[in-house]
């Protein structure tokens, strides 16, 4: 019981990125966000995966090259395009989009590492994909065809697809999964401190960006995370996994209280995306995710 409320609180914090990234990018650059973000979360992470996960720091150093590219894809590629992209379209379609993460991941694993899925895997993926493409087609799948989609929910296509990657090479990964997350983000804050001060990076100016900035640091960079992964002490990842698909229910919860409704399209499409989850999730379970996959970097 206990590891169920972790893991709907770890949902519902990513979920509020969605919702006060969006706020935060109407004056704050994504770099910005990203770079405070990583930087103000660095120490605190560090400090929780010595003392929860007590880890061989030699050791883990050890595997920088991977870190260092996993850090790349994962906090600064996922990160900086997904407050992109919040600058360009909504929460809600946004988190719809990412909902598609895990059938994606299938598919890159099929086609990658050679893994195999069934019939009804397969008809997960399709139908996942169809409600992607109808939400970023409002509706209108002929606007697919003529490229004419919002180019925000294209950089979050994009976003989900570093993901996918990032997931795919962190599978195989043999560090703790709270001291990996640390070492990446501390390595993107360290890597991403040369664009910031090239491109004139600010602190936020006014208390309501103060306050959206503490959000993303507290919440679903530091608070997510550790129930995260407290959670995945007594609970299957696979089963975890699927809590995942809580983010765009609490998404559209959260826009709806503040006063946006939802829209039939976005609804069907989220059906439809959710559904085609949960099809996937029900393939083959010959090799079990990988916890360092389990972490969302929303």
Known sequence: MKASLYLVLATLFWSGNFVVGQAAVASMSPLDLTFWRWTFAAVPLLLLAHFVEMPDWRAV????????????????????????ALGLTSAVNAALITAANPALIVVLAI?????????????????????????????????????????????MVGAVIVWGCYTIIARR????????????????SVTLAPFALALNVRLPATPAEGWSLAYIVVFPSLGAYL??????????????????????????????TLGTPLTLVQIVGGVMVIAGV????????????????????S
Not at 68 to 83: A, C, D, F, P, Q
Not at 278 to 297: C, D, E, H, Y
């Open 61 to 84: 150093l050890r595997r920088w090259p991977v870190l260092l590219l996993l850090s790349v894809l994962g906090m600064s590629g996922y990160t900086l395009l997904l407050y992109g």
């Open 111 to 155: 086609v990658l590492l050679g893994e195999r899925t069934t019939r009804l895997g397969w008809l997960g993926i399709c139908l996942g994909l169809l409600g992607v493409l109808l939400v970023l087609s409002r509706g209108e799948l002929q606007r697919v065809f003529g490229l004419s989609i919002n180019t925000g929910e294209l950089m």
């Open 173 to 188: 990964l043999d560090v703790p999964v709270i001291s990996a997350t640390a070492v990446q983000v501390a390595i993107a």
């Open 227 to 256: 129930f995260w992964n407290l959670a995945l002490k007594t609970t299957p990842p696979g089963t975890a996994g699927n809590y995942l698909n809580l983010i765009v229910v609490f998404t559209a919860l959260i826009t709806v």
């Open 278 to 297: 949960l099809l996937t999730g029900m393939k083959v379970r010959a090799k079990p995710p990988v916890r360092a996959a389990s972490t969302l970097g």
